[in-house]
């Protein structure tokens, strides 16, 4: 069964400093691997996804990551982060082995101080 | 449409309601998905139609839980004789064919009390 693991439910960031977020998952074929932000109230908005190719994959926002198969890991990162960029994170990983469903580590706070 | 829609943003039941939440999808979506998000928690798939079939329905939680796409796009995810464990945001996602990115709405917010 597929699953993924977000290690750190909360993250104090400093406006300016870089920022890393941590995904690890299991699955049993070639992972699509996904990373959504959500806004209180919102929906889930796509910031980036890796379906093949390169593993390091570029996004919306100045968001970035990097696919490393051998750690069986999504990391999110933003050099320099913005006040705006206090939300939730979710990490997700499907496929069409998994029948195109998603499923969703249990997310990173991230709270930005000025 | 722009975006997918969901209808009603918030829903208050009185515990043993009916309750009928709607998805409206991206024009010429394919695939559509629902799924649950608790309270501080990531989204969990409820179930999956590719046009009008629904091919998964292994994430509804009881037999409560009923949901249908009769014309290939709009959506309706029924919930009978509402408990206070099915309080949460109900998510509706769609995509241009299956394996393609997906594309949430704002959610649905039931509270039931």
Known sequence: AQSVTQPDIHITVSEGASLELRCNYSYGATPYLFWYVQSPGQGLQLLLKYFSGDTLVQGIKGFEAEFKRSQSSFNLRKPSVHWSDAAEYFCAVGGKAAGNKLTFGGGTRVLVKP | ?113
């Open chain 2, 1 to 113: 449409g722009a975006g997918v829609s969901q209808s009603p943003r918030y829903k208050v039941a009185k515990r043993g309601q009916d309750v009928a939440l709607r998805c409206d999808p991206i024009s010429g979506h394919v695939s559509l998905f629902w799924y649950q998000q608790a309270l501080g928690q990531g989204p969990e798939f409820l179930t999956y139609f590719q046009n009008e079939a629904q091919l998964d329905k292994s994430g509804l939680p009881s037999d409560r839980f009923f949901a249908e796409r009769p014309e290939g796009s709009v959506s309706t995810l029924k919930i009978q004789r509402t408990q206070q464990e099915d309080s949460a945001v109900y998510l509706c996602a769609s995509s241009l064919d299956s394996g393609a990115e997906a594309f949430f709405g704002q959610g649905t917010r039931l509270t039931v009390v």
